[in-house]
């Protein structure tokens, strides 16, 4: 589980980091990224956005809890202070762990996190 610290939770944070971050998107996930002045102690804080054209309810939820998990793995190779917003569209719902986790690495390569799976991300 993502700690919580680690949560993008705020509305405001959420429009600052997709309107003024770097954006990639694949078939199933849109990253944005923000990098922001760093401030002692500050941890990178990931947040999800999972709307109903994903599926039902428990799918969502599903397709939520993968992401967390997957990103948690990567929580290392994001610099501090960042946000990170992550969407999933709906084909995701549809995916693998192993492949959520091969397209959240290619799009994290795409905002300019260098080579998130040879930093020791991978399982």
């Given amino acids: 589980m993502l700690a919580a610290d680690h ?3 705020r509305t405001d944070a959420f429009r600052r980091t997709v309107k003024s971050g770097r954006r990639a998107g694949s078939r199933a996930l849109v990253l944005h990224l923000l990098i922001e002045r ?11 956005v999972v709307s109903r054209a994903v599926g039902s309810a428990v799918e969502r939820n599903l397709v939520k809890r993968r992401l967390r998990h997957i990103v948690k793995e990567f929580m290392t190779t994001l610099p501090p202070s ?3 917003v992550v969407r999933a569209q709906p084909v995701a719902a549809s995916m693998t762990s192993a492949e959520l986790r091969a397209e959240l690495a290619r799009c ?9 799976l040879a930093a020791g991300a991978s399982t």
């Fill in 7 to 9: 949560r993008l939770r």
């Fill in 38 to 48: 760093a401030v002692d102690d500050e941890h990178p804080k990931v947040g999800f």
């Fill in 82 to 84: 960042s946000k990170l």
């Fill in 108 to 116: 994290l390569r795409r905002v300019g996190i260098a080579d998130p």
